[in-house]
């Protein structure tokens, strides 16, 4: 099916040239004078190799049908990651490759949509936000405006966030999946 450049995401599938490639960012350009662009880094699904592709932010592009299915994860072993659909209780285990940098972001437990074609999996998106907790962090300066000023923080996973200064270790916050920004502080 053709959507517009513009709409397209990190995780989707694109058909290009017979081969299907997946999104691994997408970036959205409005110069204040001539056409506004999209930028979209992908993978090819059948070799790896990235690409980088420029489209006016209105053009057609051919998004590829595959099957998109909730599934909730498991656990990592030296097969790769598994994960279980929640209403066949089939398992899929996702190579490393596949879930990349993101593997920071899975929880055990925590719901994902996994893209699969022909019974492989070749592309996964994670929550836009999810629950990490605060380890480590610098403590307040005295004197800081509380409005702009952020202090950086390493969560549980293993991630490097700018949090607040009110933030302490041991705090549960919530980040963006996009681009591991701070959103709020844990309602739990």
């Given at each position: 099916?053709?959507?517009?450049?513009?709409?397209?995401r990190?995780?989707?599938?694109?058909?290009?040239?017979?081969?299907?490639?997946?999104?691994?960012?997408?970036?959205?350009?409005?110069?204040?004078?001539g056409?506004?662009?999209t930028?979209?880094?992908?993978?090819?699904?059948?070799?790896?190799?990235?690409?980088?592709?420029?489209?006016?932010?209105?053009?057609?592009?051919?998004k590829?049908?595959?099957d998109?299915?909730e599934?909730?994860?498991?656990?990592?072993d030296?097969?790769?990651?598994?994960?279980?659909e929640?209403?066949?209780?089939?398992?899929?285990?996702?190579?490393?490759?596949?879930?990349g940098?993101?593997?920071?972001?899975?929880q055990?437990?925590?719901?994902?949509?996994l893209?699969?074609?022909?019974?492989?999996?070749?592309?996964?998106?994670?929550?836009?936000?999810?629950?990490?907790?605060?380890?480590?962090?610098?403590?307040?300066?005295?004197?800081?405006?509380?409005?702009?000023?952020?202090?950086?923080?390493?969560?549980?996973n293993?991630?490097?966030?700018?949090v607040?200064?009110?933030?302490g270790?041991?705090?549960r916050?919530i980040?963006?999946?996009?681009?591991?920004?701070?959103?709020?502080?844990?309602?739990?």
């Amino acid at each position: 099916m053709k959507v517009i450049a513009s709409s397209l995401r990190k995780g989707n599938v694109v058909e290009m040239d017979g081969k299907l490639y997946v999104v691994l960012t997408a970036t959205n350009f409005h110069p204040g004078k001539g056409t506004p662009t999209t930028q979209i880094d992908m993978r090819r699904i059948s070799d790896g190799v990235k690409v980088s592709e420029r489209w006016r932010t209105t053009e057609q592009v051919e998004k590829a049908t595959v099957d998109e299915r909730e599934y909730d994860f498991l656990y990592e072993d030296g097969e790769g990651f598994h994960f279980m659909e929640p209403i066949s209780y089939d398992q899929i285990a996702v190579s490393p490759d596949v879930v990349g940098d993101g593997k920071v972001y899975l929880q055990e437990g925590m719901r994902c949509w996994l893209k699969t074609f022909e019974g492989v999996c070749i592309a996964i998106e994670f929550p836009q936000k999810i629950t990490v907790e605060i380890t480590e962090t610098e403590p307040v300066v005295k004197g800081q405006t509380a409005s702009s000023s952020y202090k950086p923080a390493m969560t549980d996973n293993g991630l490097r966030v700018m949090v607040p200064p009110h933030i302490g270790a041991g705090t549960r916050i919530i980040i963006n999946t996009d681009d591991n920004s701070y959103v709020e502080r844990a309602k739990d």
